[in-house]
């Protein structure tokens, strides 16, 4: 298949938007731009186009997708009752990265839901998509619009990586400003309870609801079957092996690591922040990153997914990345780096 392309940076074309919206309609499958990540869109109604998007990204059929809506009417015609906490969160955070998961009406596609009782609604903050929902009048689901398994995409270019001539169009609307997926919370059990980490934090969160708890999944390397089927799969990872470095200053170890398994050092990347770049300074990697300063997590977050993806380009087989303190922002740059790395630490001897 030839897959489409529609450039939306500048302006949204009146005419690419109609036979945009008549595509959906026709179940057709296009990626589309979000604040957070690209997405991979089909109409909600149409079973056969959403079974058309696990087949493209490779997708386990046991990993529901989220319904992005444009207006909060929409939202009647997929859930059985809004709880008062879900309506103080969507005036806080919607349109905006926050995915809400909802007890779902019993006529919505047991495909989209993989089968469960709940389904995950969010309301996204970007012009384009935003206008293709409300003048199509569509609900989406959509997955991350990457093959199963690899960094999420931030820009048009990383979805055409992954799925150019295996979906029907990409819509570039340019560079993803949050850089990391919506965080999840699940609002159908008595403790509201956060499924994925992302740029909206647990704090914000319980400014607005009070007390609210982690998956415990989510906590320390626990082995716990993870309440967001897709939490529980390898994710996020580039090619290269990944390690993560704990403190600063560990250019010992790393220089040991790079000898003792007899690495390429042309092929290796250093990623941290910009106050520790100088720690490095005796490690004679080609290939280094900026994580931005420390002062500004969310610049790393952002640019997170990218240079793992720029680290594939370049054929990097081995990355040393900094951590961060997991509170706050720091806990959801943690969850997308710990999955990348595979729980991969450099160790002491
Ligand atoms: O920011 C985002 O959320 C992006 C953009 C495109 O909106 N979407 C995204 O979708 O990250 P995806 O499919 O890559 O991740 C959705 C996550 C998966 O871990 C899935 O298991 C979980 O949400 N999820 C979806 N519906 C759920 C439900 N009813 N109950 C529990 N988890 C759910
Ligand atoms: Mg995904």
Known sequence: MKTKYYDFREIIN??????IIKAYNNGEIIAFPTE?????????????????IYKAKNRPSDNPLIAHIGNIDQLDSLVKVVPEKAKLLMDAFWPGPLTIIFKKNNDISQIATAGLEAIGVRMP???VIETILVKGNLILVAPSANLSGSPSPTTMKHVSADLDSLIYG????????????????DLTDEIPTILRPGTITKEDIEYEIGKIKFDESLIGTSALIAKAPGMK????????????????????????????KKMNINKCALICFDENLKNYEK????????????????YGIR??????????????????????????????????L????????????
Do not use: W
């Open 125 to 127: 903050d970007h012009p």
């Open 283 to 298: 490690i004679n990697i080609p290939h280094k990153f900026s994580l931005g300063s420390l002062t500004n997590l969310k």
């Open 303 to 336: 640019n997170l997914f990218r240079i793992l993806r720029d680290c594939d380009i370049l054929g990097i087989e081995n990355i040393f990345i900094e951590s961060y303190n997991e509170v706050g922002l720091g806990f959801s740059y943690m969850n997308r």
């Open 338 to 349: 710990k999955k990348a790395a595979n729980q991969n630490y450099l160790k002491e001897i």
């Open 170 to 185: 990409i819509i570039d609307g340019g560079n993803c400003e949050e850089g990391i997926e919506s965080t999840i919370i």
């Open 36 to 52: 957070t990540v690209y997405g991979l869109g089909a109409n909600i109604h149409d079973d056969e186009a959403i079974l058309r």
């Open 14 to 19: 009146e005419a690419d938007l109609n036979e």
């Open 233 to 260: 799969y390898k994710h996020y990872a580039p090619k290269a092996k990944v390690y993560i470095i704990e403190n600063r200053n560990k250019t010992d170890l790393i220089l040991l690591e790079i000898t003792k």
